[in-house]
Nanobody, 123 residues
């Protein structure tokens, strides 16, 4: 059974940092892009960042220069979040998309999802 489990969320003051982790199990994700999405209350789920073959990455404009995605191995992905803002408050989801997707920027491209971890940034 495939599982993606996020950890590392919590409450932080504006300007602070958090590091999220996502551990995937149940199969090897070497041929999958691993990405992060987030969903704030009353808003749609939005793309944050993704990493695919050869270390390629893509970021949403709202997090460029502040967030960094990295992969420890095929099944572990991290999201380093610096200079956090109150508008970064959301549930953050880890997800996996098979290689060959068009952009890796849309939720429909992702096959597997974690349960989410809450990030709250206070002002």
């Amino acid at each position: 059974q495939v599982q993606l489990v996020e950890s590392g969320g919590g409450l932080v003051q504006a300007g602070g940092s958090l590091r999220l982790s996502c551990a995937a199990s149940g199969r090897t994700f070497s041929n999958y892009a691993m990405g992060w999405f987030r969903q704030a209350p009353g808003k749609e789920r939005e793309f944050v960042t993704t990493s695919w073959s050869g270390g390629s990455t893509r970021y949403a404009d709202s997090v460029k220069g502040r967030f960094t995605i990295s992969r420890d191995n095929a099944n572990t992905v991290y999201l380093q979040m610096n200079s956090l803002k109150p508008e970064d408050t959301a549930v953050y989801y880890c997800a996996a998309a098979p290689f060959g997707s068009r952009t890796y920027s849309y939720a429909y491209e992702y096959t597997y999802w974690g349960q989410g971890t809450q990030v709250t940034v206070s002002s």
